[in-house]
């Protein structure tokens, strides 16, 4: 299994977690929630679907609603299938949250696995937050030493990139600080108590409550990518 499908696929099931769906809700969820899968369209939900429910993890059943019961009839039209999460599948995603390996820090991983936080025990949570700001820290290192060796080779619209480059990077690092921050003093989001669950935030893919000064799905760094 490939990265990106790898991270799709936990995608799927987390937003299956909380309540059925159809396809096409699952790719506004994707789309609009979770913004690193803007990308993705229906030739490649589908078949991530399918592999879900070969491997148990998911059931297909006919939509239930008037609109649906209409469908088939109409123009032959085929009634929505509605996409739930099995026990089976539930404990498979409970296994993936859990995951704290150097996959849980790349850019579109972290992502992802951001926006189910709400889902996530808290030292998991830390673990993932330190590793991520592990990674960066080391990416800016390099941007630096990269930017002193060149920079008498550059050109001025060249520089300012590599600038806003390490600028992206260090909003981040600062960001994820205060996130452990909060984390460590034990201030869950939205009120809630000390060591509970923190809530999620599903308009944008992140958590609510805690700083979070604008963090990327991606971050722009140029040229870029997760090692």
């Known amino acids: 299994?490939?990265?990106?499908?790898?991270?799709?696929?936990?995608?799927?099931?987390?937003?299956?977690?909380?309540s059925p769906m159809h396809g096409y809700e699952l790719r506004k969820r994707l789309n609009t929630s979770l913004g690193v899968f803007r990308a993705f369209s229906?030739?490649?939900?589908?078949?991530?679907?399918?592999?879900?429910?070969?491997s148990g993890w998911l059931t297909e059943e006919p939509g239930n609603t008037s609109e649906d019961a209409l469908a088939a009839p109409l123009a032959g039209r085929r009634a929505k299938i509605v996409y739930r999460l099995t026990a089976e599948g539930k404990e498979h995603f409970e296994e993936l949250l859990s995951q704290t390996g150097p996959d849980a820090y790349d850019d579109e991983h972290f992502a992802?696995?951001?926006?189910?936080?709400?889902?996530?025990?808290?030292?998991?949570?830390?673990?993932?937050?330190?590793?991520?700001?592990?990674?960066?820290?080391?990416r800016l290192e390099k941007m630096r030493?990269?930017?002193?060796?060149?920079?008498?080779?550059?050109?001025?619209?060249?520089?300012?990139?590599?600038?806003?480059?390490?600028?992206?990077?260090e909003r981040e690092v600062r960001w994820l600080?205060?996130?452990?921050?909060s984390e460590r003093a034990g201030r869950d989001l939205k009120g809630s108590a000390p060591g509970g669950t923190a809530q999620q935030d599903t308009t944008n893919g992140a958590t609510g409550g805690l700083p979070r000064p604008g963090m990327p799905s991606r971050p722009d760094t140029p040229g870029d990518t997760a090692t």
């Open 1 to 18: 299994m490939g990265r990106r499908s790898g991270i799709l696929e936990f995608a799927v099931l987390g937003l299956l977690r909380e």
């Open 42 to 54: 229906y030739g490649t939900l589908y078949p991530c679907l399918k592999t879900l429910v070969a």
């Open 112 to 138: 992802a696995r951001f926006a189910f936080f709400g889902q996530t025990s808290r030292d998991v949570r830390m673990r993932v937050l330190e590793g991520r700001r592990s990674r960066l820290e080391e």
């Open 145 to 169: 030493a990269s930017l002193t060796r060149t920079r008498e080779r550059l050109d001025d619209y060249t520089l300012e990139l590599q600038r806003h480059g390490m600028e992206s990077v």
């Open 177 to 181: 600080n205060e996130l452990i921050e």
